[in-house]
């Protein structure tokens, strides 16, 4: 059951973006703000969560269904549906490539199978529970890396103006302990890139279950380390996935530099 929930994924993922990055060509239709007047919702956010819901409805209509634009259902079949339509909003209405669809399920022990695509890039990042990770069907692995030091990491800021201060000292603690830092603009993105080594580390805040819940499952089945920032159980409030060379020094670096900077509350 596990490769029909993966292929179902990546199939209603692919369906999704493909649909929102035709539609864009047509032009960009702003339909309302989340938290700030810069999160940003589009008509193609809502429109690719409506065919994900659809598609997830017509073939597993038992399953229950959270998605990001407000769309959901409950079921019964003890397996549950988190959607992200357009992770990345703003790279997507700016015509850059790091925006993705991201569609994962779970039932009581965690993630089954997941799948991120990137439409601009045409590949499919997708894993289930035991049987690894792919990128574009061929096998994927995190990085090796064991020198901090030379650490690549990304990392994802709030829309609130304060709270974008506290985190960007945060990072001027340790920026110049580790290689660099990057911001992709979206959170399934960057998980996805330390699966496949393109990012040695990665770690935000205050983010939600259909952000993480397939990137990370395809992390860890690539290889990769996650939880928070002080290396205890994963939770949406603080995520850091990194290969496993690196995951406990750069734990050190975000705690030490949480105690310098009080933590930003969403």
């Known amino acids: 059951m596990t490769s029909s929930l993966r292929s179902l994924a ?12 035709r539609g864009r060509a047509q ?26 819901i659809s598609g997830l409805r ?7 269904i959270v998605g990001e634009e407000g769309g959901g259902h409950r079921g019964t079949s003890g397996l549950e549906w988190h959607v992200d339509p357009i992770d990345g909003t703003t790279s997507f209405m700016y015509g850059l490539p790091t925006w993705c669809v991201s569609i994962g399920v779970r039932d ?20 289930e529970r035991g049987a ?34 506290v985190q960007s000292r945060r990072i001027s603690e340790f920026i110049h302990q580790i290689r660099d ?4 603009g979206a959170a399934a993105v960057d998980i996805c890139f330390v699966a496949c080594g393109r990012l ?9 279950s259909w952000d993480v819940l397939a990137a990370e499952l395809i992390a860890r089945e690539a290889g990769a380390r996650s939880g928070d920032f002080s290396g205890g159980e994963l939770r949406a409030e603080e995520v850091l996935v ?5 995951f406990h020094a750069l734990s050190e670096l975000l705690v030490g530099a949480q105690r310098l900077h009080p933590h930003a509350q969403r």
Do not use: W
């Open 242 to 246: 990194s290969g496993p060379g690196v």
């Open 181 to 184: 830092v990057r911001r992709m």
């Open 108 to 127: 009581v022990a965690g993630a089954v199978a997941g799948a991120v695509f990137m439409p601009d890039l045409d590949e499919m990042f997708s894993a």
């Open 58 to 64: 017509a073939a597993r209509p038992d399953d229950s």
């Open 27 to 52: 032009g960009m239709q702003v339909v309302g703000t989340k938290l700030t007047d810069t999160d940003m919702v589009t008509k193609f956010d809502r429109e690719a969560e409506a065919m994900i």
């Open 10 to 21: 990546e199939e209603l993922a692919r369906q999704a973006g493909t649909h929102a990055r």
């Open 200 to 208: 040695d580390g990665y770690f935000e805040e205050n983010l939600h």
């Open 132 to 165: 690894g990770a792919t990128l574009n069907d061929s096998p994927i692995r995190c990085s090796s890396l064991t020198d901090v030091s030379k650490a690549l990491v990304a990392t994802g800021f709030s829309y609130t103006p304060s709270h974008r201060t």
